[in-house]
């Protein structure tokens, strides 16, 4: 999925959004950073790394009987990037998936905390055939606007996003489905092209519209759903305020209002968080994260998420790189561990897969390769490259955490083995092209939105999908087989023999599984963040 330029807001913007609000709401060498050194000195909270905004954001007063009446209360988080739309169908984007899908929008599939699949707006599911699924619906749903919800709205929101006029980003979520056929007011027929075990799991990142509001122009800007929440304003780079919606059929939210505020400038978010401008802050740096620590109103979170990032080798040509061995040997050159501990300072993981550990079909009992220089130059050797190489890595500049330093680490730790890596760090908008183009390395992830094998496995490792030309046929096998199977646990099983059978070829040098740094005022209650990043706040409160 290639990134969109957007302009985000700015600590200026972002104050004088924030006061909009509150009126509308009452009315060296890189081998040095690898080199063993001390624990980081935690920050002390009097000599803080940030300077604190001046001014903070009003919050909205709810009188002492609200708490027992309905929702009370706003809830205010900061994150990076700026929402692209508000239709929930329209951009395959996470931050815009994980407020659209739930707190306007629902699909029909849910997952629980513990990505067990649970009722949204369809009751049950029942797979009649290899084929065909059907849904039974819930009744009495409406949409915001008082559109009724029910097999019609089913049938129009699918085939909305399978429309290729209409160019829905997550178009491919809906790829299996051949029809869909209304079979009473609130039944729907689900038939797919082939057998589809993906289907569930992909369903949790569709949402149903309603029919005559989503044909509106200003849908995209005025969007209308089933969701916990009904839309207010929203000013694209500065803000995005909701309201609870009373009449949710899941039982009305205990926030009265959520407000979204994308702040680019990292200080500025930092900031924000530490003086009460927000409530929850995403994307923490490493090296503030001692400093928040310290301070008794926040909340540090750091949770792995669904995303996993590495070296990826272009497999066609004739080039050191298509060797397994080669691939081998440049993993156990590079101190993994040392990268996780003092470049990210414990954020993450060292990759033991090559998906994240935060997935649910993740194969913990997979072979480590562990640091040995020796080892990684007598593969190297084995491989017919005694004296190394030179070679190229492609970095997207700035979408990974701390890519321009673990990179250049990374050079430095295959440099002694005698490989010569050269690391361009490209503006993103020009670097993502070029994976599809062939490429000697490149420095990328594989984020599973869906939480599902076959979003990991079928995009990247099928010989038809694969943009690194990988193709192993016992793999291809075994994701179909998978993709087959309608029963959950044995296609988790698949993909962990998926995985056993991807790390021995070793086509990505996995670095490290990417976590997620949050940190949440301790007034917010009932709220923890996801290795998704599905922002899920129906049951959120705040308190004061």
Same mark, same amino acid.
């Given at each position: ?371 040995? #220089? !020796?080892? +990684? ?5 084995? %491989?017919? *490259? ?5 070679? =190229? $890595?492609? &970095?997207?500049?700035?979408?990974? #955490? !701390?890519? +321009? ?5 990374? %050079?430095? *730790? ?5 490989? =010569? $890596?050269? &690391? ?121």
């Amino acid at each position: 999925m290639s990134p969109k330029k957007t302009s985000l807001i700015s600590r200026r913007d972002f104050l004088k959004g924030a006061a909009g609000v509150a009126g509308l709401a009452a009315s060296g060498t890189i081998l040095q950073a690898c080199a063993p050194l001390a624990s980081p000195t935690p920050v002390p909270p009097q000599a803080p790394t940030v300077p604190p905004i001046p001014t903070k954001v009003p919050v909205p007063t709810v009188a002492a009987t609200a708490v027992l009446t309905g929702p009370a209360g706003t809830l205010r988080i900061a994150m990076r990037e700026t929402l692209l739309s508000l239709d929930p169908q329209k951009e395959y984007q996470i931050v815009s998936l994980g407020f659209t899908n739930r707190c306007f929008a629902d699909p029909l599939v849910n997952y629980d905390d513990k990505y067990n699949f649970v009722p949204g707006l369809a009751l049950s599911w029942t797979a009649i055939d290899d084929l065909t699924w059907e849904f039974k619906l819930r009744e009495g749903v409406k949409f915001h606007n008082g559109e009724k919800f029910n097999a019609e709205a089913v049938k129009y929101s699918f085939e909305r996003m399978k429309d290729p006029n209409y160019k829905a980003g997550g178009a491919s979520l809906l790829a299996d489905v051949d029809s869909v056929k209304v079979k009473d007011e609130y039944t729907v027929l689900v038939r797919t092209k082939e057998p589809s075990g993906a289907l569930l799991p992909n369903l949790t990142l569709v949402s149903i519209v309603p029919i005559e509001a989503s044909k509106r122009d200003d849908f995209a800007t005025n969007p209308v759903g089933t969701g916990p929440f009904r839309f207010v304003e929203y000013k694209k780079g500065e803000r995005l305020v909701m309201e609870a919606n009373r009449e949710y059929w899941g039982g009305a939210p205990k926030l009265k209002q959520v407000i979204y505020y994308p702040i680019a400038e990292d200080t500025t978010r930092m900031a924000a968080v530490r003086t009460g401008e927000v409530d929850i802050a995403y994307g923490i740096l490493p090296e503030e994260i001692a400093g928040l620590k310290v301070m008794p109103q926040l909340e540090v979170f750091s949770v792995l998420s669904n995303d996993c990032v590495g070296v990826i080798a272009y497999l066609e040509g004739d080039k050191p790189r298509i060797k397994s061995k080669v691939r081998k040997a440049m993993l156990m050159a590079i101190d993994r561990e040392k990268i996780v501990s003092k470049i990210l300072q414990g954020v993450g993981a060292v990759a033991r897969s090559v998906v994240s550990a935060a997935l649910p079909f993740f194969n913990p009992n997979l072979t480590p390769y562990p640091y040995d #220089p !020796k080892q +990684a130059k007598a593969l190297l050797t084995e %491989a017919g *490259y005694p004296d190394g190489f030179s070679s =190229n $890595l492609v &970095v997207p500049s700035g979408f990974y #955490p !701390k890519d +321009a330093e673990i990179t250049q680490a990374v %050079a430095a *730790y295959l440099k002694q083995i005698g490989i =010569n $890596l050269e &690391v361009r760090l490209v503006e993103q908008s020009s670097a993502w092209p070029l994976r599809r183009v062939p490429y000697e390395f490149f420095y990328s992830g594989g984020a599973v939105m869906n939480m599902d094998g076959d979003m990991a496995f079928s995009r990247d490792y099928m010989p038809e999908t694969s943009r690194e030309k990988y193709n192993n046929p016992e793999v291809t096998r075994l994701i179909k087989a998978a993709r087959a199977s309608s029963k959950q646990d044995q296609r988790r099983e698949l993909y962990r023999q998926v995985q056993a059978a991807i790390w021995e070829d070793m086509p990505r040098i996995q670095i490290h599984d990417v976590g997620d740094v949050w940190a949440m005022s301790k007034r917010v209650k009932n709220w923890q963040p996801r290795p998704d990043k599905t922002i899920v706040l129906k049951d959120a409160s705040v308190e004061g």
